[in-house]
C-alpha cells in the first residue's frame, strides 16, 4: 500500500522560512509527478508547486520566486523550501504523487504570524 509521509510543519513568523518533506513508501516505481497542494480554513485545495521525474517544475504564482521544489528520485521523496513566508500563506500543506493513480499525504499544518 502506498503511503506518503509528510513533516516538516509548523509554526513560523512572516519573513521566516520552512523546509516540507514528503516520504512515500510502498511503492518501488518513480512517480511520474510529485508535488505540493494547500487548503486554507473555507478555501478549496489548490496547487502549490509540482516536479516531474525529470525535474520539470511549475508553481503557482503566487509562491513563485519565495518556494521551490525538490525531489530525490531514488528515495521518492520530494521537498519544498518555503521562504519569505507571508500569513496568506498558513494552510494544511498536502504531499502530492501520481503514477497511474493519485496519491495524498495526510497533511501538515503550517501557520505564518505576522
Known amino acids: 500500500q502506498v503511503q506518503l509521509v509528510e513533516s516538516g510543519g509548523g509554526l513560523v513568523q512572516a519573513g521566516g522560512s520552512l523546509r516540507l518533506s514528503c516520504a512515500a513508501s510502498?511503492?518501488?516505481?518513480?512517480?511520474?509527478?510529485m508535488g505540493w497542494y494547500r487548503q486554507a480554513p473555507g478555501k478549496q485545495r489548490d496547487l502549490v508547486a509540482t516536479i516531474t521525474s525529470g525535474g520539470s517544475t511549475n508553481y503557482a504564482d503566487s509562491v513563485k520566486g519565495r518556494f521551490t521544489i525538490s525531489r530525490d528520485n531514488a528515495k521518492n521523496t520530494v521537498y519544498l523550501q518555503m521562504n519569505s513566508l507571508e500569513p496568506a500563506d498558513t494552510a494544511v500543506y498536502y504531499c502530492?504523487?501520481?503514477?497511474?493513480?493519485?496519491?495524498w499525504g495526510q497533511g501538515t499544518q503550517v501557520t505564518v504570524s505576522s
Open positions: 502530492y504523487a501520481h503514477l497511474i493513480l493519485d496519491y
Open positions: 510502498g511503492i518501488v516505481w518513480r512517480f511520474n509527478s
